[in-house]
């Protein structure tokens, strides 16, 4: 049985069957993603999960001062 994974970004439950997995080759973690929106804030833009008002980290109270 496939397990329902939690986007690494916004924290949102993937589906069995939708998003995709990264690999890191620094030490071969698996990031999972639920939309690109997610994968491209974390790899190229280099966006911090706190400080993005659409994730779940940010609405736990994360919110910057």
């Not at 890191?24 to 929106?37: E, I, M, P, Q």
Request: proline fraction near 5%.
């Amino acid at each position: 049985m496939v397990g329902i994974h939690k986007c690494v970004f916004c924290g949102r439950d993937i589906e069995p069957g939708t998003g995709s997995a990264f690999v890191r080759t620094k030490d071969g973690a698996v990031l999972w993603f639920c939309s690109n929106k997610c994968k491209a804030a974390l790899l190229r833009r280099k966006m911090k999960p706190r400080r993005t008002k659409w994730s779940a980290h940010f609405q736990k109270g994360g919110k910057p001062r």
